[in-house]
């Protein structure tokens, strides 16, 4: 059965660090023949995409709201990914969640409907 379990959220001040992780298992395919995501979804509004990283050989894409703040990286032998987020703000608060989908190249990555599995989210909240 295929399965992601977020970690590595909390509470952060604002222009602080965390990095979240990503541990995936139960995956058919090698690790590397996956697209992963990145979501985030604050209180009453909808799920947004964050960052993508194709199939190998693993092109990453962000979106422009945490372009060169955040960090996209993954480790296929331990099955693992991460998201470095630095220099954060209070409107990065949210649930982040991350996500899986064979072959996948991250053409249509901000829509959720292009992902079939996902983790169960960790909670990130920005605030002094």
């Known amino acids: 059965q295929l399965q992601l379990v977020e970690s590595g959220g909390g509470l952060v001040q604002p222009g602080g660090s965390l990095r979240l992780s990503c541990a995936a298992s139960g995956f058919p395919f090698p690790f590397e023949d996956y697209g992963i995501g990145w979501f985030r979804q604050a209180p009453g509004k909808e799920r947004e995409w964050v960052s993508c990283s194709s199939a190998s050989p693993g092109r990453t894409t962000y979106a422009d709201s945490v372009k060169g703040r955040f960090t996209f990286s993954r480790d296929n032998n331990k099955k693992m990914v991460y998201l470095q987020m630095n220099s954060l703000k209070p409107e990065d608060t949210g649930v982040y969640y991350c996500?899986?989908?064979?072959?996948?190249?991250?053409?249509?990555?901000?829509?959720?409907?292009?992902?079939?599995?996902w983790g169960q989210g960790t909670q990130v909240t920005v605030s002094s």
């Open positions: 996500a899986a989908e064979d072959h996948y190249y991250c053409s249509a990555a901000t829509a959720v409907t292009s992902w079939d599995s």
